[in-house]
């Protein structure tokens, strides 16, 4: 099993510029998150999606849109970039039922210039 | 205030020492608790939940004080392998079947041979 895939691994983006972050996981776990990451702020929760075809808001939603057409991948979009987008995107999993625990992505480094 | 927070170092330790982490949380009525452990600038990954009455998982034991909202980590006969930045997370209460997490910002160890 590769676990939890994100593409790209790195990204420079100008400003105004739009991409697409693709998460793909092959544990058919049913909960998807996408997190951003800054230096001296932890992981903060943009989207999630507890299952195919849902999403729902986090933490700090704006200036993303999130689609789950399929259950293994969950996608993370940015419209229009901005600087202050650059940071560190991951994406984790976890299967529904008991178990908490949370299995991460490698992670996307983004750069907004 | 933060939801959950900790002191983010460094600590910077001999091998072999011993090594404490402390964290807050803020909302008394969390409901679980975990110490993920992530390396430079890969993702985190589960090192271990955090039970009422404390568990241990050989080197490592974890600590909670519901009472005074504070959770702790204990590492013994530290390792160079145990050089990494350890989050403190908290799943706080009302956030139904998808369990968010929160995240604390991180303590980072560094252990010196």
């Known amino acids: 099993n590769a676990g939890v895939t994100q593409t790209p691994k790195f990204r420079v983006l100008k400003t105004g510029q739009s991409m697409t972050l693709l998460c793909a996981q092959d544990?058919?776990?049913?909960?998807m998150y996408w997190y951003r990451q800054d230096p001296g702020m932890g992981l903060r929760l943009i989207h999630y999606?507890?299952?195919?075809?849902?999403?729902a808001k986090g933490e700090v939603p704006d200036g993303y849109n999130v689609s789950r057409l399929k259950k293994q991948n969950f996608l993370l979009g940015l419209e229009s970039a901005a600087p202050s987008q650059t940071s560190v995107y991951f994406c984790?999993?976890?299967?529904?039922?008991?178990?908490?625990?949370?299995?991460f992505g490698p992670g996307t480094r983004l750069l907004v210039l | 205030r933060k939801e959950v927070e900790q002191d983010p170092g460094p600590f910077n330790v001999p091998e072999g020492a011993t090594v404490a982490f402390n964290c807050t949380y803020s909302?008394?009525?969390?409901?679980?608790f975990f110490w993920y452990r992530q390396d430079c600038r890969k993702e985190p990954k589960l090192l271990m939940s955090?039970?009422?009455s404390g568990n241990e998982d050989g080197r490592f034991t974890a600590q909670l004080n519901r009472a005074s909202q504070y959770i702790s980590l204990l590492i013994r006969d530290s390792k160079l392998s145990d050089s990494a930045t350890y989050l403190c997370?908290?799943?706080?209460?009302?956030?139904?079947?998808?369990?968010?997490?929160?995240f604390g910002s991180g303590t980072q160890l560094t252990v010196l041979p």
């Open positions: 984790a999993s976890r299967l529904s039922g008991g178990s908490e625990t949370q299995y």
């Open positions: 544990m058919n776990h049913e909960y």
């Open positions: 999606s507890v299952g195919e075809g849902t999403t």
């Open positions: 909302n008394s009525a969390s409901q679980s």
């Open positions: 955090v039970y009422s």
């Open positions: 997370v908290v799943n706080p209460p009302l956030t139904g079947s998808a369990r968010q997490l929160t």
